[in-house]
């Protein structure tokens, strides 16, 4: 795809999310759908490769989170993959402070590779199992919002993200249409020192794809023993 019709389609499905998308910014994020595109080849870093989708389920997807983040804030992307949300939000506010956080070595060297095409500000690609960064003094509870795109069930995710986040700041959950996890999340929730504070339920522009953001303050500290060693919070988790 050219960038003409690249931008002319991002810019107008931006609009319908309350986002102005600048001539300069929608050219990083041409380039980086192309590199991503490039990458992919090799590595999987996703199975969305027609651009109208990338835009639709990559990009704007990631960008319906902007409005819940204000500015001059350090903010670490749990299970990052390919960048999402965490590139894409960068890219539009480069005023914070971003950690990109992944198991896989290979997507860390996509991240950085990108970092440094694109020469994006405020961001680093960190290589970490989430259980160990919330255990580690540099990372745990130092950031001001935790986010998450289709990690893990809720109750499992909040285990991973909350041990992050200060007290008073916020877990950004971005979630398909199911509802019942947010129920089955509650002792979760209470044991780690989080509070459900908003569900977004919203569609795609253009689309019949349904998301749920879930917006979770941290109102104290999080136990120290959790998270829980490596793989236990995905196969004992909390309810």
């Known amino acids: 795809m050219e960038f003409e019709k690249f931008f002319n389609k991002i810019k107008e499905k931006l609009r319908k999310i309350d986002i102005q998308l600048s ?28 651009p109208e989708d990338i835009i639709l389920k990559h990009f704007v997807d990631s960008l319906t989170i902007l409005k819940y983040i204000e500015k001059d804030k350090k903010i670490i992307d749990v ?10 939000l960068n890219i539009i506010n480069e005023e914070n402070n971003y950690v990109l956080l992944d198991s896989l070595n290979k997507r860390i060297n996509f991240l950085n590779e990108v970092i440094k095409q694109l020469d994006l500000k405020n961001i680093e690609a960190v290589h970490s199992r989430v259980e160990e960064a919330g255990k580690n003094k ?16 809720l109750n499992i995710l909040v285990e991973y993200l909350l041990p992050l986040v200060k007290v008073g700041g916020m877990c950004i959950c971005m979630k398909g249409s199911n509802t019942e996890e947010i129920e089955d999340a509650k002792k979760a929730l209470e044991l780690l ?4 504070e908003k ?5 795609l522009p253009d689309s019949d794809i349904t998301r749920n953001i879930i917006v979770i303050k941290k109102i104290k500290n999080t ?3 959790f998270p829980r060693k490596a793989g236990t919070p995905s196969k004992e988790p909390i309810i």
């Not at 540099?138 to 289709?150: L, N």
């Not at 569900?199 to 569609?203: A, T, V």
Request: glycine residues 10%; hydrophobic residues 35%; aromatic residues 10%.
């Open 138 to 153: 540099i990372y745990r509870e130092q950031f001001d919002i935790a986010v998450s795109r289709a990690v893990a069930p």
């Open 193 to 196: 020192g989080g509070k459900l």
């Open 23 to 50: 001539n300069e910014k929608g050219k990083y994020l041409y380039d980086y759908m192309n590199l991503m595109l490039e990458w992919n080849k090799n590595i999987n870093l996703t199975a969305i490769t027609e």
């Open 199 to 203: 569900i977004e339920n919203l569609n």
């Open 223 to 225: 136990p120290n023993k």
């Open 79 to 88: 299970g990052t993959g390919a960048g999402f949300p965490g590139i894409p």
